[in-house]
C-alpha cells in the first residue's frame, strides 16, 4: 500500500472505492454491525473482499466515518482517519501503516 492511498467511498455492495489525492471527502457509514469500544452504540462495520478488509469506525455517532484501516491479504495495513480543511474539504490523512506478522 501507498502512504497517498486514500478512502473515498464505501458503495451499496459494500466494496471500497480507493483514491489517491486528497478532498476524497466524508465516508458516510451505512448499519454498523460491531461495538469497537463496548458503549453499547454499533459503531464500527467490516468490509472483506478477495484482498482483504477494510474496518470503518464512527465512534462519536455522527454517521460518518472517524477511522478506517485496511488490511491486506498478506498482513499489510493502513490506517486514515478525516480531516477538514478551512475550505470544508475533507482529506483522509494515513495514521499509521505496517505489516502482520502471522507466526505460529
Not at 453499547?40 to 472483506?48: A, E, H, K, M, Q
Not at 482483504?52 to 488490511?71: F, K, N, P, Q, Y
Not at 499489510?76 to 499509521?96: F, M, S
Request: glycine share 12%; net charge negative.
Amino acid at each position: 500500500m501507498q502512504d497517498e492511498t486514500l478512502v473515498a467511498g464505501i458503495d451499496d455492495q459494500y466494496q471500497v472505492t480507493v483514491e489517491s489525492g486528497p478532498g476524497s471527502g466524508d465516508l458516510m457509514m451505512s448499519e454498523p454491525t460491531v461495538d469497537l469500544d463496548g458503549d453499547g452504540i454499533l459503531d464500527t462495520r467490516v468490509y472483506s473482499d478477495g484482498g482483504g478488509m477494510t474496518i470503518a469506525s464512527d465512534l462519536d455517532e455522527d454517521g460518518w466515518a472517524d477511522h478506517v484501516t485496511r488490511i491486506e491479504a498478506d498482513g499489510a495495513y493502513a490506517a486514515w482517519e478525516p480531516q477538514r480543511d478551512p475550505d470544508g474539504t475533507v482529506r483522509w490523512d494515513p495514521v499509521d501503516e505496517g505489516r502482520l506478522s502471522f507466526e505460529r
